[in-house]
C-alpha cells in the first residue's frame, strides 16, 4: 500500500514531522531556516530530505507531494506579540505557505496557528487567508484544539486549517 507523501514547512526541530511519521506518512521534503532546527533534524532523520534555506528561494513546482503541512510564523498574530498581521515580515509567510500549495497542488494541506488568528485586525487577516486558499480551489474547515484535550501536559491552543 502507498503512503502518503508529505512536505513539511516551517519544519522546527521536527516535533510535527514526528508526528507525521508516526502516523505512518513519509516525508517527501522539510524546510526550516534555522540551522540549529535543520541540524537536529538531520541528526535525528539522516534519510529525511531536509533544505536549510528561506522559504521565499525554495522552488516547489516539480516537488511532488500528497499533503503540504505548515505552522507558519505565528509571531505576528499571537495574543503575546505586537500583533502587527502582515506589516510583521512573519506574518507575510503565510503567502509562502499558500505558494507551495499552489506549486505542488496536494490533495490536503494542514495548516497550524495561534488562536490569536482568528481575531486579528477584527477577523480580516483569517478572512483573507481562507479567501487565498479557497481561490487555489481548496474547500477549507478549521477548528481550535487544545493539546491539554489530547494527552499534552500542556494547555495550548492551536489553530489547525485544514483544506481539501
Known amino acids: 500500500m502507498k503512503k502518503f507523501s508529505v512536505i513539511e514547512l516551517f519544519a522546527g526541530a ?31 532523520r539522516p534519510d529525511w530530505k531536509v533544505i536549510q534555506d528561506d522559504i521565499s528561494k525554495v522552488d516547489f513546482r516539480n516537488v511532488k507531494a500528497d499533503i503540504v503541512t505548515g505552522g507558519f510564523p505565528c509571531q505576528a498574530f499571537s495574543y ?16 509562502e505557505f499558500a505558494r ?41 474547515k478549521y477548528k481550535v484544539l487544545n493539546a491539554v484535550n489530547y494527552g499534552v501536559a500542556q494547555k495550548r491552543k492551536r489553530l489547525i486549517v485544514v483544506g481539501t
Open 100 to 140: 507551495c500549495i499552489k506549486e505542488v497542488q496536494p490533495k490536503i494541506f494542514v495548516g497550524e496557528n495561534v488562536e490569536g488568528l482568528l481575531t486579528h485586525d477584527s477577523g480580516k487577516t483569517f478572512k483573507t487567508m481562507v479567501s487565498i486558499l479557497e481561490d487555489l480551489g481548496y474547500n477549507v
Open 14 to 44: 521536527g516535533g510535527f514531522a514526528l508526528g507525521i511519521e508516526l502516523a505512518g506518512l513519509d516525508h517527501s521534503l522539510l524546510v526550516e531556516i534555522d540551522k540549529n532546527c535543520v541540524n537536529t533534524l538531520r541528526y535525528n
Open 80 to 95: 503575546a506579540g505586537k500583533k502587527l498581521g502582515f506589516e510583521d515580515t512573519r506574518g507575510t509567510l503565510f503567502f
